[in-house]
Structure formats: C-alpha cells, structure tokens
C-alpha cells in the first residue's frame, strides 16, 4: 500500500505518542478473565479481544488514548497510544488485580468454588478507577436484555464517543465524558433504543459527573458506596454494585436484582434457583469476598439448566 502524506504523518504522530511498559505480576493471572469481564458485547467499541490481545479505548485527563495488553511468560506487555498514554499505562496493574486483596477468602467452605478457585487460580478482580463510564453503562443495562444495552451502548458510545488512536484491529472509542454524555440529543437516545427514564438518569447524572467519581473513591466500604451511587435518583443497588463491580473491583458487590443472577447462585451452591433473600443467605459465609465468589461460580462453568423461553426484548422505538 502507498502510504499518502496525510496518512504518513499520521502514523509519525502515533509512533511518538506510543509509550510501552511490562507489568510483572506478583501473583498468576488470567488476564482475559480479569479484564475481559469488562466487554460488554462482542461488538463492544471501547474494547476488543483479538487473540491473545486485549485493546482497550479510554478517556483520560489528558485526553482519550488505546491500550493493548498481552500476557507473555507471566509478565504483562502493555503498549499505549495517544495523549492519554502515560496514563493509561499507569492503570494496568490495577487492570491486573494488583489491588485485590483476597486476605480472608477461604474458598473450601463450598466444593465448588473449593474447584473452581483451584482451576482458576489467576482470576483477579479488575479496576478501572473509570467511575462515571460505568455508571452510565450500568444505567443502560437496567431492565433490558444484555443484547438490547450491548445495541445501545455500541450506538451512543460510537457516535458521541472520542476515537482511540493506534493501530486498533478495528475503529475503537473512549466513551463520552460527562459533559457529551449530558449533551446527546433525545432523538438520538430514542434511536439507540434506551427508554426515558434511562436517558434521563444519565443525563441527571453527568450534571454531577465528577463529583459523583470523587465521592465514591472517597469511601472504602460498599455501603458508603451505595450510599453515594443511590443518592442520584433512578440509580438503585443493582446499578450500584455493577458501577462498584467495573469501576472499584469491590470483592462484595452484589447486583441484587439481577434478572438471572439470584438463579444461578442458587443451582451452583444448593441445586436449586432461590430469589435475592436466599442468594445473600448463601453468600453470606463470605461476608467482603461475595463478588469473588459469584465470579468463580461463572468460572466454573456451572449453570442452571434453561427452563423456559428467554426474556424477549421490548423496543418503544416505533412507538
């Protein structure tokens, strides 16, 4: 291919903002389990899995920058692109679980999360300190199929979204910052199929975009952190603790709620689907390592057996 000027100079200006860092993990990691939970939808255009290699697009204080990760022989090889690069470099190890702290996790209280943690041994806890993002994301999720909120987010993240520079696999976008996010049109919410009250509590939301991501970093206990997450209206515990689960790597959040989650931890710990009540009851011997144990129970690959027809989605949109 003949490179032209402007595409020449292009890839001059990606080279100098290219900055590269080994992260050696002090402990095994999975990295596609620790990071890879944060994909949401195959089609996810803030992140890509292509082979052994995790792209990621960001937003940061210095602006929006890609990041691409690869496990080789126990060490990350990180690789970062655009003006945000020195910042998103500094955030792998907390990517990587090196905040996990998991003093006190004593899995053999449950042979299967006894096997499962044994078979896992790499699977860490991810951190993106990107509180807002994932409250929006989590806003969009509410009381929809994940196909409907992966659509969404895809449209709105896409076109309002900041595009990451590199040599991404395919066109990768930092989400919009709170500002954009509080500025998108109603037209453009409707078309991407999230309801009005959904739109609304983003955009009520991003009105204290910042305020929100320091209260929250500011607290250490999930309490606080519900706390602070559900003073905003339309934001309850469920969308708490997913924000929580993203953003902090909290090891006891809970997405109480869930539509499927309460049935899985149920089949996997007693043999049976319960509700929300009997799902904390049986998570309850892990009181701060609740998240912890519902990821190993996803790890495991033990799934409660399909009953009925899936939850059909409902689009308003022609309505």
């Given amino acids: 291919m003949t490179l032209t000027a402007d595409s020449a100079a292009a890839d001059a200006v990606d080279a100098d903002l290219r900055r590269d ?15 890879g939970m944060l994909r949401r939808g195959r089609n996810d255009p803030t992140m890509i899995i292509d082979g052994p290699v995790i792209w990621r697009a960001l937003r940061t204080p210095l602006g929006p920058a890609s990041l691409a990760l690869r496990l080789v022989g126990g060490e990350v090889r990180a690789t970062a692109w655009g003006t945000g690069a020195e910042h998103a470099l500094a955030r792998v190890p ?47 999720e509410q009381k929809v199929t994940g196909m409907q ?21 395919r066109p990768l976008f930092a989400p919009p910052s709170a500002e954009h996010w509080r500025r998108i049109p109603s037209w453009a919410w409707h078309r991407a199929g ?9 955009v009520r939301a991003a009105e204290r975009g910042d305020r929100i991501a320091r209260a929250v970093q500011a607290v250490t206990s999930g309490a606080d952190r519900d706390r602070v997450l559900t003073s905003l209206p339309g934001v309850g515990v469920w969308t708490s603790a997913e924000t929580r689960i993203r953003a902090l790597g909290d090891p006891d959040a809970v ?24 799902m904390l009851e049986l998570l309850a011997p892990w009181a701060g390592h609740r ?25 308003h949109r022609d309505r």
């Fill in 21 to 35: 860092t080994v992260y050696r993990p002090p402990h095994d990691l999975d990295l596609l389990r620790t990071v």
């Fill in 94 to 140: 907390a990517l990587c679980g090196a905040d996990d702290d998991d003093d006190g996790f004593d899995a053999s209280r449950h042979p299967l999360i006894a096997e499962a943690g044994r078979r896992n041994p790499g699977l860490r806890l991810t951190r993106t300190d990107e509180v807002f993002d994932a409250l929006a994301c989590a806003i969009i």
């Fill in 291 to 315: 998240q912890r144990v519902v990821r190993l129970i996803f790890a495991s690959g033990v799934h409660e057996p399909r009953r009925g027809p899936r939850l059909a989605p409902e689009d």
């Fill in 255 to 278: 997405s109480v709620g869930d539509y499927h989650l309460a049935h899985e931890v149920g089949y996997a710990l007693a043999g049976k689907r319960t509700d929300d009540a009997g």
């Fill in 149 to 169: 909120a992966f659509g969404a987010w895809r449209w709105l993240v896409s076109r309002y979204g900041e595009r990451a520079p590199g040599p991404t696999p």
């Fill in 194 to 202: 999230v309801e009005p009250p959904q739109s609304r509590t983003i």
